[in-house]
C-alpha cells in the first residue's frame, strides 16, 4: 500500500501547472521530444484534474491502463510514461517533491514491446530514382539535392544535418569527412562524407556563396539566400516531397538514415562500422569489447553508388 501513497505537490506549484510544464520543456532540447512530452503532461494534468486526486503511482498506473486500453503503441505509452517520469525528476531535483514518494513514481514500469518495428527504407534503384528528382538548374533544387545526398550517403538525422556547419567538413585521413558532430544525447562521432555527397554540398555553397556558418540556409520566396539555417522539419520537407514524387508516401528524413544503413549492409559494409556511423549509443559498448575504432580512411558508405 505504501507504493500508491499520493505525492501532493507544494501549494505555491500546484497553483501553477504553467511553472510545471515550463519546467518540464526547458529540461528537453528536441523539439520532437518536447512536443510528445507536452502531449503526456497535459493528458496527465487532465486525468489527475478528473478525478481530483494528487499525484501517485496509482494514478500513474491508471494513466498507463487507459493508454493500453486505448490501443496506444507500447513506444507511444513508454515515450509518455517517460515524459511523466521526467516531470517528477525535474521537480525532485528542484526541491518540489520528496525524494523518496518521487521514486515510487518513477519506478512504474513501461509496456513491454512486442517485436521490433519494421520502418521505411528505399532500394539502391529507389534511392537512385529519389536523387534524380531534382534537376538542379535553380538554387533551391541545388540546395534539396544536397540535403538529399548527405542524406542518403551519410545517415544523418536531420537535426544534425540543420545544424551542420562549413567549419565541420574536414579533411581526415586523405577523405572528406564531418568532424565533432553532436548527435543524440550530446554523443559526439565522426562521419565519413562520400565524393557524391561532398559534390553536392559544393555545388549549392558556390552557388549560394556560402564559405562560414550554416551549410543549409532559408531561401526567400525571390530565390535570395537568407542568414538563417534551415530548420529540421524543412529537411523532413525536402524529404517527404522528394519521396512522393516518385511514388513513395510516407518516407521522412529518418527513413533515409535507415536506408544507408540498410545499403550499407547490403554492400558488405561491417555492422560495427555502421554503428559508428550511425552513433548509436551501443557503439561505446562494441568498443570496449572488440577493441575497435572506426575506419575513416576506408568507410563503409565509400561502397554506396547513388
Partial sequence: ????????????????????????????????????YVKAFDDFVELSEESNRPVSRAL?????????DQGLSASTINLRLGAIRKLIREARDNGLLDPVGAERVMRVPGVPVQGMRLGNWLTEEQTRELLAVPDRTRLKVKRDFAILSALAHSALRRTELAGLDTKKIQRREGRWVIVDLVGKRGRVRTVPLPTNAKEAIDAWTGAAGIISGPVFRRLSKGGRVL????????????????????????????????????LCRQNGGELEQIQFLLGHASIQTTERYLGSRQEIAVAVNDGLRL
Wanted: glycine share 4%.
Fill in 1 to 36: 500500500m505504501s507504493s500508491s501513497l499520493p505525492i501532493v505537490l507544494p501549494p505555491q506549484v500546484q497553483d501553477s501547472l504553467a511553472s510545471l510544464r515550463s519546467l518540464l520543456c526547458n529540461s528537453i532540447v528536441s523539439s520532437h521530444i518536447r512536443r510528445a
Fill in 60 to 68: 500513474v498506473m491508471e494513466y498507463r491502463a487507459a493508454m493500453i
Fill in 227 to 262: 542568414a538563417g539555417r534551415l530548420s529540421g522539419w524543412a529537411i523532413w520537407d525536402v524529404v517527404m516531397t522528394s519521396a512522393r514524387a516518385i511514388g513513395i508516401e510516407h518516407f521522412g528524413a529518418h527513413d533515409m538514415r535507415r536506408t544507408c544503413a540498410r
